[in-house]
Nanobody, 125 residues
Framework: QVLLRESGGGFVHTGGSLTLSCTFA????????IAWFRQAPGKEREGVSC?????????DYLESVKGRFTISRERLRNIAYLQMNSLKPEDTAVYYC?????????????????WGQGTQVTVSS
């Protein structure tokens, strides 16, 4: 069983920054991709960013966050991060980290077997 836990969400004003963390552990360490998704009220869950096992490849799925959000990971510590800068009210959502044993990044939520419980990010104008 793989367990993921997000932290670092909160309330910020427009232009502020937050760093989300995702710790993941399991009976056997997950050695696959790690991705961040978000879901705003009344909207579908959407992929934000993904990083491959080695950390050598990253993928950004939202044009609106390019240049503002950065995914990273500390593989030996099984921690992933999402650095979010210049936050806007439209970034308000519950943010989730997800992983899969397939070593293929995807922005589609159904490609991921394991999910955290989510962390709320609220950006006020």
């Amino acid at each position: 069983q793989v367990l993921l836990r997000e932290s670092g969400g909160g309330f910020v004003h427009t232009g502020g920054s937050l760093t989300l963390s995702c710790t993941f552990a399991g009976v056997r360490p997950v050695d696959g991709v790690i991705a961040w998704f978000r879901q705003a009220p009344g909207k579908e869950r959407e992929g934000v960013s993904c990083m491959t096992k080695s950390g050598g490849d990253t993928y950004d799925y939202l044009e609106s966050v390019k240049g503002r959000f950065t995914i990273s990971r500390e593989r030996l510590r099984n921690i992933a991060y999402l650095q979010m800068n210049s936050l806007k009210p439209e970034d308000t959502a519950v943010y989730y980290c997800a992983t899969t044993r397939k070593n293929v990044c995807s922005g589609l939520s159904y490609e991921y077997e394991f999910w955290g419980q989510g962390t709320q990010v609220t950006v006020s104008s």
